[in-house]
Structure formats: C-alpha cells, structure tokens
C-alpha cells in the first residue's frame, strides 16, 4: 500500500465546481482518484449536490475544499472590513467542508491571490503579525469544527506576502495554532525555493498538503522537474497525506484568464488527470 492518497483539482476541468453538476466527481472516480480538491473563490458551493454525487460513487472520494482570498475578502488588508470579509469567507469555507465531511480547508485564504504591494521590511513584519492573528482566530473556529487548514505560499507573480516555506513557517510560528500546516505546491515551489527537496524537507512536520503538476503546470513527468528526488524528500519528510494534481483549464474565458491557463497542457482535461494519476502512481510509492 503507497503511504498517499492521489486528488484531483476540479480546476482540471471547470472554474466554477458547480458547472454540470459536479460531474467532475465522476470523472475523478472513474480514473480513479481517492479524492478531489473542491475549490471555491467565494465559498458558494451546494453541499448537498456535492454529498449526493460523492455517495453515488462506487469508490470511496474524499473531498477537500480549497479557497483563496479576493480584493475583497482578503485578511491580510489594511481596511478593516475586507479583513472581516476575509476572516467570514474562511469561516465559511470551514462550515461548507465540515458540512461535506472534509477535513482540510486549504489554499492562500491568508491574502488575496494576485496582490501586488510593496511593503517595506517593518511595513512587511507588521502585516505579517496582524494577518497571523486573524489565521488564529480562524483557526480557533476550524478546530470546533474539526477542520484543519494547510496555507499555501505562492510564487511572486500570484502573492506578495508569503512566497516561501520559511516565510510561511515564520508566518505559522506567529499564528501560533495547532491545526494550521503548510500546502506546498511543485509549480509555486520551482518558481521562489533554491532547492525544492530542501524546501520540502524545511516543512518538516507542518507539511499538510500538496499539489503538484510539471514546471509548466501539466502533466507531471512531461517537464523539467525531477520527480524522483521530490517524491525521496516526500518520503523522507514523513508525510503521509494527499499527493493532489493541480492545474487549470484553458477553455474558460473568464477563469482561464485570471489563472493564466493560456494554452491547452494535454490533448483533453480527462488525459491531463489519467495521465497524471499514472504517472504520480509509479512515483509516490
Ligand atoms: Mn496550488
């Protein structure tokens, strides 16, 4: 038995999780998947659909929800009230995966995806701290919920607050809370970390969930990043959770363009994520 599990992102094939139904449920059972990332900008996402498709699955689909702040829900602000708005959609997000029986809520819900600000180093330090609390207090409402959140740093074109794993260990140790860990991502990772193996290794014990896809965003195994030594850090690490492909689709206008998916990475979504699954197979072992 692999020590993993093996997700999907719905972003594989749709912006908005709810068109054609969660379909995407099926597609991911049928090349078979043990999870699917559900994620939602605005955590408007039917839980009863969602239950209902997942309970006529033949396999066994654990869902995990994934968000990320907007201008206006963004917790890292200076405006008081897009913190609120921030600090309520993670509660949501929260609500909504405890609803569908998931126990992760993950992403970068810490600021708004896409922010770009210069911020001095005091400047930097003090949104840093006050951004940390608000984690606190969402992680206090996660843990009665028994929801775990795992953040995610983004590369420098995607966030200007945490692009690293020591920048978000710095971060964590501030939030101070227990059941908040570390999403790293492959694509984010080749981008900011000098070493990818070593920045697996720093996440040490708060490694809590990761996405992987090629240095292009595709199909692992068709790129340039060596597979081999990020699984052997995987492995080392200790870390026993998802192993969730993540890419985008480059047929939605409106999503396609906010996520940069300009150009079609595989001949159709379905082979993107069996080819993916095949491939993330014979490496997480
Ligand atoms: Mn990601």
Redo the contacts with the bound molecule.
Sequence with gaps: MSDYKFAVSAWIWYGNPATNGYDFIDKAGEIGYDGIEIPTFDGNIDEKQILDKLSSQKRKIEPVVVGGGSPDMDISSENEKIRENGLNYIKKLVDKASKINSFLVC?PIYSAVGKSLYLTAEQRERVIRRTALEIRKASEYATGQGVDLAL?PLCRYDSYLINTTAEMHHFLDLAESENVGI?L?T??MNIEERSMPEAIRLAGDRFRHF?VCENDRGVPGKGSLDWKSIAAATEKSGYKGWVSL?SFTPYEQEFSAIMRSWRPLSETQDLFASEGLNYLKKIFV
């Design positions: 992403g995610e999403l991502d694509f984010h996405q993540e």
